[in-house]
C-alpha cells in the first residue's frame, strides 16, 4: 500500500522519525504526534452449526468466485468484531446466530506490498432462527452442509475446513468467551478471555 504524504490528522507533509524501533512516517507538527504504522485490517468468519452440518457460502465475487467459504468479511470501523460475525453470517446466508465463543484467528502480515496485513478472526456461533439463502451479489448459494458433503465439493476454502474441525473437535464455549462483563470497559469495546465470565463477582 501506498505510505502516505500527508497527515492525516493535521494536513502537514509528512517526514520520518524512530519510533518503536523502526523509521517511520511521522508529522513534524507541534502538538500533532502522528506516526504512520502501516495499514491493516480486521475481518471475520463465522462457524454455524445446524443438525450436525456446517453452514457455508459459495462467493459470488472475486477474488475466489465460485468457491466455498463460511460466511464473514470485514469488521467496519464502527463495529465491534461479534457483531460484526453476526451481520456477516445474516447478510451472506440468511441466517440469524449469536456468538458463542472464538475458535481461532488468522494473522496474515503485511509482506505483500499489494495486500495490506490483515487479523481474521473466526467465531463460532449459535443459529437462531431463518433458512440459508444467498443474497445474490455476494454469494451465489448457501446452505448445511455435512463434513462429507464438504468432501466432496469442489473449491472449499482451506481455512474454513480447518475452522469447521476446531469448532467440531472442541466443546461450545472452550474458547475464548466474551468477557464484556466483567469490568467496566470503553464504548466499542469488545473483550474476550479465557474461562467463564466473572461478571458479578466482587473485582
Given amino acids: 500500500m501506498a505510505i502516505p504524504t500527508y497527515c492525516p490528522q493535521c494536513g502537514s507533509v509528512l517526514g520520518t522519525r524512530m519510533e518503536g524501533g523502526r523509521e517511520r512516517p511521522a508529522c513534524s507538527t507541534e ?14 468468519g463465522g462457524v454455524v452449526f445446524r443438525d450436525g452440518k456446517a453452514l457455508l457460502i459459495q462467493r459470488g465475487i472475486e477474488p475466489g468466485r465460485g468457491s466455498w467459504q463460511i460466511p464473514g468479511g470485514y469488521v467496519e470501523v464502527d463495529e465491534t468484531i461479534d457483531a460484526a460475525a453476526e451481520r456477516e453470517v445474516l447478510e451472506e446466508a440468511g441466517i440469524t446466530a449469536r456468538v458463542t465463543d472464538v475458535v481461532g484467528f488468522r494473522h496474515a502480515a503485511g509482506t505483500n506490498p499489494e495486500r495490506p496485513a490483515n487479523l481474521y478472526v473466526v467465531f463460532r456461533l449459535d443459529a437462531i432462527s431463518g433458512e440459508p439463502q444467498a443474497d445474490g451479489q455476494e454469494t451465489m448459494d448457501a446452505g448445511f452442509f455435512s463434513m462429507e458433503e464438504i468432501a466432496g465439493m469442489e473449491k472449499v476454502q482451506a481455512l474454513s475446513v480447518w475452522a469447521i474441525n476446531q469448532a467440531r473437535s472442541n466443546e461450545p464455549g472452550s474458547g475464548f468467551v466474551s468477557h464484556h462483563g466483567d469490568f467496566q470497559i470503553r464504548p466499542g469495546w469488545s473483550i474476550f478471555g479465557l474461562g467463564p465470565t466473572t461478571e458479578g463477582e466482587e473485582q
Avoid: K, L
Avoid at 502538538?31 to 471475520?44: K, L, P, T, V
Fill in 31 to 44: 502538538g500533532c504526534g502522528y506516526f504512520h504504522f502501516g495499514d491493516s485490517s480486521i475481518g471475520c
